[in-house]
């Protein structure tokens, strides 16, 4: 009698949590999606919200299937000028694939939250255009599942069909950027070797794509084997010496440690540290303190293109049940639509010439912080920064510069607009960067952890 007590508490409970979610757990099931799965679910949102999403691909796997990204927008297609572009990748690791189904349950949450007159959610949307990319790594993800949780082994499905691990996959411009920061190099948007495109996966050719197409601002790529939100810098700038750790700060260290603060508090447990036989103090780790990783993803987002990405490790079990799926589900829900919101802080603005013209790739650097970023083919620039005052110069070629000094709050961002006016060639005062390609070779680690 009393275990039935307890079952009828226990289903109870459930019904009242999945109850709680409105619309969204009675529109999808929770469960693991094979890639037909997943496409029609992508397509099912899509018709439910034909006006505030779009889909469509950024290229093919090895095998040959879509990389399907779903577009949530109040113009969906369209670049709107201040309205930031943010991003989340899931699946990169094929057998690492809660980040996959919590992506397509943020998707089905958007729609339906939006539908129900949800202001945060309109908000956000009306407010922000938002990619999601539930898997990078479709191939590696149909030889997991065909494996099934149950037998799932910790490399199984990694790598995509040519078992190369996509985030060991990208150009290394670690060594670039540590060798310009002894010489005073560029700081940003470093160049890529020669022939890089022959160098890469199809996969990761078509997320580098991708980032090219539009000035993402801000991102995250989810994976699993551990719990913990990872930020930048991945590599270490010296070799590791046994027993000691090495941070690899970046010089935005602070931001990136608030920006995984926001996720890990706004999680259910991942800010308590002990996950998985570990322990991460707040839930948040230097990646490069935690063990060193080259050519990786989240590395090459901060300094190839001026978006800020950190990786966020989601499950102790690579390929949990789909009994845990709910409970991940509520765990991570807050966390999701919390760290989107974070694309909104620091400042943002317009780089003008004189005829009110704008300026495209406009360098926009704040005193203090070596790392600069560029305004869009539209002109407008986004720049993420913790309250405090800045002073702030925008230059391009051909103009003099122009700097403002300005206050930013806890709040959204800070408007700025800068009107730079032309110069003549004999005065101009050009900033010369190194060009010169990364002739170094970097070994892979061997060792293989969630990341």
Aim: net charge negative; aromatic share 10%; glycine share 8%.
């Amino acid at each position: 009698m009393e275990q039935s007590r307890n079952l009828a508490r226990r289903v109870a409970l459930m019904l009242c949590l999945l109850g709680s979610l409105g619309p969204l757990a009675r529109g999808s099931e929770f469960q693991h999606h094979r890639y037909e799965d997943m496409v029609r679910a992508m397509f099912g949102v899509q018709s439910e919200c034909p006006y505030i999403t779009r889909i469509y691909s950024i290229g093919r796997s090895v095998e040959g299937r879509h990389l399907y990204v779903l577009e949530f927008s109040d113009n969906p297609g369209i670049h709107e000028a201040l309205e930031p572009e943010f991003k989340y990748v899931g699946n990169m690791h094929g057998n690492e694939v809660l980040g996959r189904e919590l992506l397509i349950q943020l998707c089905h949450f958007l729609c339906q939250e939006y539908r129900a007159g949800n202001h945060r959610i309109q908000q956000l949307i009306h407010d922000t255009r938002i990619h999601i990319l539930p898997s990078m790594n479709p191939d590696g993800y149909e030889v997991a599942a065909r494996q099934g949780p149950e037998f799932n082994g910790y490399l199984v499905g990694r790598g995509n069909a040519r078992e190369m691990d996509l985030n060991r996959n990208f150009p290394d411009l670690n060594a670039l950027m540590y060798y310009y920061e002894k010489t005073s190099g560029r700081n940003h948007h470093l160049p890529l070797p020669d022939n890089w495109e022959q160098q890469v996966e199809p996969e990761t050719l078509a997320v580098i794509k991708w980032m090219q197409n539009y000035n993402f601002v801000l991102s995250a790529n989810l994976h699993g084997g551990a719990v913990v939100a990872n930020y930048p810098f991945d590599k270490s700038r010296d070799p590791r010496i046994r027993g000691r750790v090495t941070s690899a700060a970046s010089p935005d260290d602070k931001i990136f440690k608030k920006l995984a603060r926001t996720y890990s508090y706004a999680h259910s447990w991942m800010h308590e540290g002990w996950n998985c036989g570990d322990y991460f103090d707040e839930g948040i780790t230097n990646g490069a303190s935690w063990y060193s990783l080259s050519k990786g993803m989240q590395d090459f987002n901060y300094l190839s293109t001026n978006c800020f990405e950190i990786t966020l490790e989601l499950s102790c079990d690579k390929f949990p049940p789909e009994s845990a799926l709910p409970r991940e589900w509520l765990g991570n829900r807050e966390a999701l639509v919390s760290y989107i919101e974070q694309v909104h802080h620091g400042i943002k603005g317009m780089v003008y010439d004189e005829n009110n013209n704008p300026i495209g790739n406009a360098e926009v650097a704040v005193s203090g912080i070596n790392h600069d970023v560029t305004s869009g083919p539209e002109g407008d620039y986004y720049r993420l920064l913790l309250p405090g005052t800045y002073t702030v110069t925008a230059s391009a070629p051909g103009y003099h510069p122009s700097t403002s000094t300005v206050t930013v709050g806890p709040a959204e961002a800070i408007q700025l607009h800068f009107y730079l006016k032309s110069a003549p060639k004999h005065n101009l005062n050009t900033k010369h960067h190194h060009s010169k390609k990364n002739l170094s070779s970097t070994k892979v680690p061997t060792k293989l952890g969630p990341r």
